[in-house]
Nanobody, 120 residues
Framework: QVQLLGSGGGLVQAGGSLRLSCAAS????????MGWHRQAPGKQRELVAE???????NYVGSVKGRFTISRDNAKNTVYLQMNSLKPEDTAVYYC??????????????WGQGIQVTVAS
């Protein structure tokens, strides 16, 4: 079994910064892509950012230039540095990882929801 534990959310004023962290643990053989999704009130879940095992990244257009995704492979951890936050960024954020377990099973694991609230 693989577990993803996220942290770093909270309340921040517009223009402020937060860093989200998400650490994977368990029967991990390897991790391919890791990423972050979010679901804002009244909206569908959307991909925010992802990073491949090779280090390539991509972002939803609304966060480009403000958010940075990174990973520490030694710690099986993915980060999302969020700068210049806007009220539109208010959402529940979810981390995910494409994991290959020691059994050979490949699964997409999800962390718990992390509330990010940006005050206007």
């Amino acid at each position: 079994q693989v577990q993803l534990l996220g942290s770093g959310g909270g309340l921040v004023q517009a223009g402020g910064s937060l860093r989200l962290s998400c650490a994977a643990s368990g029967s991990i053989f390897s991790i391919n892509a890791m990423g972050w999704h979010r679901q804002a009130p009244g909206k569908q879940r959307e991909l925010v950012a992802e990073v491949t095992s090779a280090g390539s990244t991509n972002y939803v257009g609304s966060v480009k230039g403000r958010f940075t995704i990174s990973r520490d492979n030694a710690k099986n951890t993915v980060y999302l540095q969020m700068n210049s936050l806007k009220p539109e960024d208010t959402a529940v954020y979810y981390c995910n990882a494409d994991v290959v377990e020691f059994t050979g099973w490949r699964r997409t694991s999800w962390g718990q929801g992390i509330q990010v609230t940006v005050a206007s």
